[in-house]
């Protein structure tokens, strides 16, 4: 789906104080840009960024990196969070493929919230779920290797699902219907869409 462009996006970017504009500058001591040790989880593909900006409300104890590629994307989060005081926020405007730049063992969660599913079999390698990315999320976890997905995707389910498990990821939740699941959930804008059509999400969390 296409994005408009806001007015003056680098502006509304760059003038953000939840912006980390030099992230490789913190790499393996992101406990300075927070000032403290509580987890940290990532969102990958964060969008506008409904998701993460609800789960730091609700979660102070735990710190929250978005990491988008998008800078018209990005920049509308943060328009979201030009009035709210979140210490436990930061984004950052950054490709995944470059995230082994960027994070050393720091990071105790990972989030992948209804990525592209690149449904083409010569594409496969593009899915935050293919090997290559596993790889590189490998190096990016401080000790237990935790992954929360969700998508409306079924294909990209099942893919992930194989792919996870063939890296040694255990399987520790996981629901065909999330709405009407007992598991604690906050939308993504998509989400919310997707809903309202009548669509349902895929969830699993892997372990490993």
């Known amino acids: 789906m296409r994005i408009r462009n806001l007015k003056n996006t680098d502006e509304i970017v760059n003038n ?5 504009k030099n992230p490789k500058d913190y790499k393996g001591n992101y406990k300075k840009i927070f000032n403290n ?6 969102e990958i593909g964060m969008g506008k960024g409904d998701f993460i900006i609800n789960m730091a409300l609700v979660n102070p104890k735990i710190n929250f990196i ?6 018209n994307v990005i920049a509308r989060a943060c328009k979201k969070l030009e009035n709210l005081e979140l210490p436990n926020l ?7 493929l470059e995230l082994n730049d960027v994070f050393d063992k720091e990071i105790d969660l990972i989030y992948l919230n209804f990525s592209d599913p690149w449904p083409k079999k010569r594409n496969s390698n593009r899915r935050l779920t293919s090997e ?26 099942e893919y992930s699902i194989i792919s996870l498990t063939n890296y040694g990821y255990k399987i520790d939740e996981i629901s065909l219907d999330l709405d009407n699941s007992d598991i604690e959930n906050i939308e993504t804008e998509y989400e919310t869409k997707f809903k ?4 349902k999400i895929n969830y699993l969390k892997a372990i490993k």
Do not use: C, M, Q, W
């Open 132 to 157: 290559i990315f596993l790889n590189i999320y490998e190096k990016l976890f401080r000790d237990k290797k935790i992954i929360r997905l969700k998508t409306d995707n079924t294909l990209l389910f």
């Open 16 to 20: 953000s104080k939840y912006l980390i």
């Open 196 to 199: 309202s059509k009548g669509i």
């Open 66 to 71: 978005g990491i988008e590629l998008h800078t």
């Open 90 to 96: 930061r984004l950052i405007n950054v490709n995944a």
């Open 37 to 42: 040790n509580n987890p940290i989880h990532l």
